[in-house]
């Protein structure tokens, strides 16, 4: 029976969703995420802000939420060389994969995660990779996070879960779980509070909440929030 678990949290739609999920499932639920030169700052300080809004808005999540836990990751600047870490423009290669992609980046995460929840004694790693995102990195895959689940409780000898609440689901479909979660205060603050645009505009405020509105992850976003607003019973026609 597992009773914890340790979120990759980086303060996205995604993650925040994964936490919802986390803390209406488990007992005790800590969260943790990576700074390696992130662009924007403005990530790392979107997750601080979700965590206080759960803590306030849920109060029957709030007890179950612990430490939240921030790795220096810098040395993934000196590895990589890619849109997220250094300030190029965001386009696909000719590998099929966006220039955002780091490799082994995700591999690293979960490795990390993994000894930080051997520590802290937490069961399942939760995170919110998708095989149905246009990006296709294949560190998010599922039989990547399957092969990591075994490879991390064999090489830790300590049995961990790795549980990807969004692997099949589209964006649509994530907004209609966090609403399942914590109804429309939760898709609110996702709305307000969560960060997603690659260029951390936080100047332009949409139905969908703030970005650019032109980058590849606002469009998903803003695509994903109108298909699940035209679901709801009083949605424009
Ligand atoms: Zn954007």
């Given at each position: 029976m597992h009773t914890s678990a340790l979120v990759l949290f980086s303060g996205g739609q995604d993650s925040t969703t994964c936490l919802a999920q986390a803390l209406s499932k488990y007992q005790r639920v800590e969260t943790v995420a990576f700074d390696y030169g992130q662009r924007h700052k403005v990530e790392l300080e979107a997750r601080l802000n979700v965590l206080r809004e759960i803590k306030t808005q849920f109060p029957h999540w709030a007890h179950k939420l612990g430490e939240d836990h921030l790795l220096d990751l810098a040395v993934l600047g000196q590895v990589s060389d890619c849109s997220l870490t250094r300030d190029?423009?965001?386009?696909?290669?000719?590998?099929?994969?966006?220039?955002?992609?780091?490799?082994?980046?995700?591999?690293?995460?979960?490795t990390l995660a993994a000894a930080l929840a051997y520590r802290r004694d937490l069961q399942v790693l939760v995170t919110g990779v998708c095989e149905t995102d246009f990006s296709g990195y294949p560190d998010c895959r599922d039989d990547t996070m399957k092969a990591m689940q075994l490879a991390l409780s064999l090489g830790m000898d300590k049995r961990f879960l790795?549980?990807?609440?969004?692997?099949?689901?589209?964006?649509?479909?994530?907004?209609?779980?966090?609403?399942?979660?914590?109804?429309?205060p939760l898709v609110d603050l996702i709305v307000e509070h969560t960060h997603t645009c690659y260029l951390g505009d936080r100047e332009h405020r949409h139905a969908w909440g703030y970005g650019c509105g032109e980058c590849p992850a606002c469009e998903l976003r803003a695509r994903g929030f109108g298909a699940y607003a035209a679901t709801l019973p009083n949605a424009p026609v």
């Open positions: 190029v423009a965001f386009k696909m290669e000719s590998s099929g994969l966006p220039n955002t992609f780091v490799p082994g980046r995700n591999l690293l995460f979960l790795i549980e990807t609440p969004l692997m099949w689901i589209d964006k649509a479909d994530t907004w209609a779980l966090a609403h399942s979660l914590g109804g429309a």
